[in-house]
C-alpha cells in the first residue's frame, strides 16, 4: 500500500483520485524551506482554522510559516465535510429514485445501485477540490510550509524536520480525531471512524454505529438508504441530544422508515468476532438482565472526538491543555502570551465554520494586538440528516438556564404550501422570541 510522504498514514484505496489528491496536499517530494530567521506568525496545522489563519495573516503582509504533518485540507476535506456529503447527496439521489413512482408519478427504479461508483464519484470530486488547499497554492501565497511532525522546543520556537522555527506569535490548529471508548474486545474485532469509512469500496451489508449523535445519524441513514442493515446504538434516551427534542424525533421516525433500527439508551460492554461477524454485545442502562446483541460486518464509532494534543511540546512553550484541548482565553490565547489557538483543538463546537471564524479572531488578536473575542459569536449550524436540522441561537433549555423568559413560535411544515408542494411536510419552524 502506497503512503503519503513523511510516515503520513495509508489512503486507500490507491486509486487515480488518491493519488491526485496526495499529490496536492501532501506531495511525497515536497522540499520543506530553509526556515527565516523569525516568523511574524507560525501556524501548527493545516486544516481549516490553520489554513484561514495562515492565508490571511499572509496576505496581510506577515511572514508566516505553516506546519503540517498529514493531509492539508485537514478533516473538511478529506475525512469530514467533503466526503460525507457527496455520499449523503449520492444516498438522497437513490432514495428520491426508488420513492418517485409513489411520490410523485414518476419512473419506477427497479434494481441495485452501485456504491462502488458513489464512492469513486466522492473521491474525484474531493481530489478536484483538494487544489484548493494545495501545498503549492499556499507556498504560492508566500507562505513558508513545512510538511513533518512540528513540535514546540521553546515559548518561541518550534521544530520540524531539523529546522527551527523561531516565531513572534504562533498558532496551534491541530484539530481533533474521533474518540475511541475503552470497549472489550473493540481492537480485535476491528472498527470504522470518520477517518476510514470513506475508504469503503463495498457496501456492509450490515453496519452498527455507536453514537447517535450528527455523524452517527448522518451516515446511519446514508448507509441505511444504500441498501445496509443500519442499528444505532448510543447510551442516551434519543437520538442527536443537543438538538430541539421534537426535532430529534422527527429526524428518528424518518431514519426509522429507511430502515435504521435503533438501540438507546444502552451501554457497549464489548465487541467480539464471532462465526464471521462482529458482534455488539450491550446492556440497557446498567442491568445486566437486560443484556442484547447486535450482529454486524463493520462497526462504526461515531460517539464524539479528541483534541490533538499530544507531541506537540506544548509543556516546552508553557502552554496548558487537558483532555478536552488547549486552554485558551475568550481571546484565544494559551497561557503562552505568545501563542494562540484555534479550531477544534480549543473549542467545544467543533464546525468548520467555527474554525474559520475562530481563525480570523485569531489573526487579529495575534498580529493586531486586538480584542475580539470569540464569546461574541453567534454560531449557526446543520444536522444534515434527511429532513436537516438547523440551528442558531439559543434553545429554550438554554435560555431558560440563563433566567431568561421566552415565547415559543411554531410553524409546522404541513402549514407550508411550497413544502407541501415539495413533499416535504414533516417538520417544523421554531422560533424562540426573548
Request: aromatic letters at 6%.
Amino acid at each position: 500500500m502506497a503512503e503519503a510522504a513523511r510516515g503520513a498514514l495509508p489512503i486507500r484505496p490507491w486509486d487515480e483520485a488518491n493519488r491526485e489528491l496526495v499529490a496536492n496536499v501532501h506531495p511525497p517530494d515536497w522540499p520543506n524551506p530553509e526556515p527565516a530567521d523569525r516568523y511574524h506568525l507560525v501556524v501548527v496545522g493545516a486544516g481549516t482554522a490553520g489554513l484561514v489563519t495562515a492565508a490571511g495573516a499572509a496576505g496581510l503582509g506577515a511572514r508566516v510559516a505553516l506546519v503540517e504533518r498529514h493531509l492539508m485540507g485537514g478533516d473538511c476535506l478529506n475525512v469530514g465535510c467533503v466526503p460525507s456529503k457527496a455520499v449523503i447527496r449520492a444516498a438522497r439521489a437513490w432514495h428520491e429514485a426508488r420513492s418517485a413512482a409513489r411520490r410523485f408519478g414518476g419512473p419506477y427504479a427497479v434494481g441495485d445501485g452501485d456504491f462502488a461508483a458513489a464512492m469513486a464519484r466522492m473521491r474525484r470530486i474531493r481530489a478536484a477540490i483538494s487544489q484548493h488547499d494545495s501545498a503549492a497554492r499556499f507556498a504560492g501565497l508566500g507562505i513558508d510550509l513545512f510538511l513533518g511532525e512540528g513540535r514546540f522546543v521553546a515559548s518561541d520556537a518550534l521544530e520540524v524536520g531539523g529546522a527551527v522555527l523561531r516565531f513572534q506569535k504562533a498558532v496551534v490548529a491541530t484539530g481533533g480525531r474521533p474518540a475511541v471508548p475503552p470497549i472489550e474486545g473493540l481492537e480485535e474485532a476491528g472498527y470504522l471512524t470518520n477517518e476510514t469509512i470513506f475508504e469503503l469500496t463495498e457496501l456492509p451489508r450490515r453496519l452498527a454505529v455507536v453514537g447517535a449523535g450528527p455523524i452517527g445519524c448522518e451516515l446511519a441513514q446514508t448507509f441505511a438508504r444504500f441498501g445496509a442493515e443500519v442499528t444505532v446504538l448510543d447510551q442516551m434516551p434519543r437520538i442527536l441530544p443537543r438538538e430541539d427534542g421534537d426535532a430529534a424525533e422527527v429526524v428518528q421516525r424518518r431514519m426509522g422508515r429507511d430502515g435504521v433500527r435503533f438501540e438507546l439508551g444502552v451501554s457497549v460492554r464489548a465487541v467480539e468476532r464471532r462465526d464471521g461477524a462482529a458482534v455488539v454485545r450491550f446492556e440497557r442502562g446498567d442491568q445486566a438482565e437486560e443484556a442484547g446483541e447486535v450482529a454486524c460486518d463493520r462497526v462504526l464509532l461515531a460517539v464524539g472526538r479528541s483534541p490533538n494534543v499530544e507531541g506537540l511540546g506544548l509543556e516546552a512553550a508553557g502552554i496548558e491543555y487537558s483532555k478536552k484541548g488547549v486552554r485558551v482565553d475568550e481571546r484565544l490565547r494559551t497561557s503562552n502570551p505568545r501563542v494562540f489557538a484555534a479550531g477544534d483543538v480549543a473549542s467545544e463546537l467543533q464546525f468548520t465554520h467555527v474554525a474559520d471564524a475562530l481563525a480570523r479572531i485569531a489573526i487579529q488578536n495575534a498580529l493586531f494586538h486586538g480584542r475580539a473575542k470569540a464569546s461574541e459569536l453567534v454560531i449557526p449550524w446543520c444536522t444534515y440528516t434527511s429532513p436537516e436540522v438547523a440551528h442558531v441561537g439559543l434553545y429554550a433549555r438554554d435560555a431558560e438556564a440563563e433566567g431568561r423568559a421566552v415565547d415559543t413560535l411554531t410553524v409546522p411544515l404541513a402549514e407550508v404550501d411550497r413544502a407541501r408542494l415539495d413533499g416535504e411536510e414533516e417538520g417544523f419552524l421554531r422560533v424562540h422570541l426573548a
